[in-house]
């Protein structure tokens, strides 16, 4: 028997990282044990029909291909679309006001040593915004980062 939950009330839904939800493939329904396969977009559907109309509905993706770009005409209402590279470049890439550096950390803990290393030699004056790939670590550096005075 499938559990139920009640959406009527929801106001906002957010689709993260929508080109990784994406690049998931139909796989078999484990609860159940039965062969049946639900995508991710036939799921999303079920749960859109669920919301109130007037719910907000929201999709971030760092790259908008195709499936994403179909994914969102289909559910987005009256989108407004928000691109950082340069109108100027047709292959992509950050806008010229923005700086890109990749830092090469080893482990977790590196990453925060290489946070406070750009601060203390000028490189990052917060604020600053910094993406994380979850939650969690996203809280996890904000509470080391507000230890640190930052």
Do not use: W
Not at 85 to 111: R, V, Y
């Amino acid at each position: 028997e499938e559990r139920k939950v009640k959406l009527d009330s929801l106001r906002l839904v957010v689709l993260d990282e929508a080109d990784r939800l994406l690049d998931a493939t139909d796989v078999k329904d484990h609860q159940s044990g039965s062969a049946h396969t639900k995508t991710f977009v036939s799921q999303l559907d079920t749960i859109l029909a669920a919301i109130p109309s007037s719910a907000i509905r929201a999709l971030f993706s760092a790259t908008i291909t195709p499936a994403v770009q179909e994914l969102s005409d289909s559910i987005l209402r009256e989108a407004v679309r928000m691109d950082i590279q340069s109108a100027e470049s047709k292959i992509g890439g950050a806008n010229s006001d923005i700086t890109q550096e990749l830092l090469f950390c080893g482990k977790e803990e590196g990453k925060l040593l290489a946070v406070r290393q750009l601060v203390a030699r000028g490189e990052i004056r917060p604020p600053a915004l910094i993406f994380c790939q979850s939650q969690e670590r996203a809280q996890a550096l904000f509470s080391e980062l507000l230890y640190d005075n930052l």
